[in-house]
């Protein structure tokens, strides 16, 4: 049981480069997310997936794209990648832990833009 | 006004004392919080949730709801190094809903 895994681990882009990360649950979730935390800003929520086939905007979608590949299957596209999108990316699917809801995070993508 | 809010600290504690984090949020409608610890380079994980008013406790841990005053806390007693992390304050507006807002985070220095 990986829990929640996320590739790449790390990445360096140049301006205008284009990336996809991936992220896979094996819980049997059904909601994942997507993350960026940045220095004194804590995590803010990118896009969301309450379920397999549908996908919703967050506080900071600008720039990104969504696909839910599947239940398991949840990546993050950026097209034309900006510096301001240096960041760490997590993902995270949502169930429960004994009784309480809880997000559970993948290890996270460290993303530099030059 | 930040929807969640977090003294970012550093807040430093030495061993064997009670920390004490504290989170305000703006949503008086709110109906699910949580507390995530974070250390260094790692993903956060869940401590606590708690979704009525009063204390709930969990080992050294007890969070505090008071949805009055929008406040939610996390006492930590018998503070040890290995609680030195960033504790993240996370909320939902809705019971069942799918967005979850974090705060920006408070980091604890535990000194042995």
């Known amino acids: 049981n990986a829990g929640v895994t996320q590739t790449p681990k790390f990445q360096v882009l140049k301006t205008g480069q284009s990336m996809t990360l991936q992220c896979a649950q094996d819980m049997n979730h059904n909601s994942m997310y997507w993350y960026r935390q940045d220095p004194g800003m804590g995590l803010r929520l990118i896009y969301y997936?309450?379920?397999?086939?549908?996908?919703d905007k967050g506080e900071v979608p600008n720039g990104y794209n969504v696909s839910r590949l599947n239940k398991r299957e949840f990546s993050l596209r950026l097209e034309s990648a900006a510096p301001s999108q240096t960041s760490v990316y997590f993902c995270?699917?949502?169930?429960?832990?004994?009784?309480?809801?809880?997000?559970?995070f993948g290890p996270g993508t460290r993303l530099l833009v030059l | 006004q930040k929807e969640v809010e977090q003294n970012s600290g550093p807040l430093s504690v030495p061993e064997g004392a009670i920390a004490s984090l504290n989170c305000t949020y703006s949503?008086?409608?709110?109906?699910?919080f949580f507390w995530y610890r974070q250390y260094s380079g790692k993903s956060p994980e869940l401590i606590m949730s708690?979704?009525?008013?009063g204390d709930k406790e969990d080992g050294r841990f007890t969070a505090q709801l008071n949805k009055a005053s929008q406040y939610v806390s996390l006492l930590i007693r018998d503070s040890q190094p290995s609680d030195s992390a960033t504790y993240l304050c996370?909320?939902?507006?809705?019971?069942?809903?799918?967005?979850?807002?974090f705060g920006a985070g408070t980091r604890l220095f535990v000194k042995a």
């Open positions: 949503d008086r409608g709110s109906q699910s």
């Open positions: 708690i979704y009525s008013n």
């Open positions: 996370a909320v939902n507006p809705y019971t069942g809903g799918f967005k979850t807002i």
């Open positions: 997936s309450a379920s397999e086939g549908t996908t």
């Open positions: 995270a699917s949502r169930g429960l832990a004994g009784s309480q809801e809880t997000q559970y």
